[in-house]
């Protein structure tokens, strides 16, 4: 059976997510990428920005053949095979200017979260970014009804789960400036926020 995975989400919000990421990664960036799921999403940004390296990962094994099929298709020197990481625990070394998560933090207890952040500030270098998108609360600012009803389905699925509050982020995040918070399609945001010194 082939083991790549095709996720349609992936394919309405890769374009996006690549337009913001043209801006955010320079040349020569190496970016690790958190709960690559199918592993479209790195593959289209390893395509698409041919002087940045991305290393996927997962927890999941299936995600990580379907991640490691897609890549081995493309055989892009800028896309390496995936490897195992799982945020709540212990990561393994790596250098990388960039960590990026794409929608794990709210399908994921917070103790997941906190070991993104947490793994995050290790690894990262003063100035290097981890980067954050999917649905998020954020104060002052209405949160979309179709991104309450998501919130409430996660919660029915794990009483773990949920949207996450921006400042729940922020205030685990003291190794970090506060987030540059960027709007996305589809009530989804962006967040980038960089190691201090
Ligand atoms: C909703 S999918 C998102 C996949 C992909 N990033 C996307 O946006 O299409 C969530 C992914 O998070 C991964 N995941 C969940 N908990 C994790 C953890 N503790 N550490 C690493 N990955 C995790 C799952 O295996 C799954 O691939």
């Known amino acids: 059976m082939d083991p790549k995975r095709v996720s349609p989400s992936a394919a309405r919000n890769r374009d996006p997510i690549l337009a913001a990421l043209r801006r955010l990664l320079g040349p020569g960036t190496t970016v690790l990428e958190i709960a690559s799921g199918s ?60 960590v990026l998560s794409l929608n794990m933090i709210h399908i994921a207890p917070w103790q997941a979260g906190q070991g993104l952040i947490q793994g995050a500030a290790r690894l990262l270098p003063p100035d290097g970014a981890l980067i954050l998108y999917g649905p998020f609360v954020r104060a002052g600012h209405a949160t979309a009804p179709s991104n309450l009803a998501f919130d409430a389905d ?9 949207l996450r509050h921006i400042d729940a982020i922020a205030a685990e995040a003291s190794a970090f400036a506060p987030p540059e918070i960027l709007d996305m399609p589809a009530n989804n945001l962006m967040l980038v926020l960089r190691r201090r010194a």
Request: glycine letters at 4%; zero cysteines.
């Open 154 to 162: 996660l919660r029915q699925r794990d009483p773990r789960w949920g």
């Open 39 to 98: 592993g479209e999403h790195a593959l289209h940004f390893a395509r698409n920005l041919p002087d940045v390296t991305f290393q996927p990962s997962d927890r999941d094994p299936d995600a990580r053949a379907s991640i490691d099929a897609w890549a081995a298709e493309a055989a892009l020197p800028n896309l390496r095979a995936s490897v195992f990481l799982d945020v709540a625990g212990p990561w393994p070394e790596f250098r990388a200017d960039t």
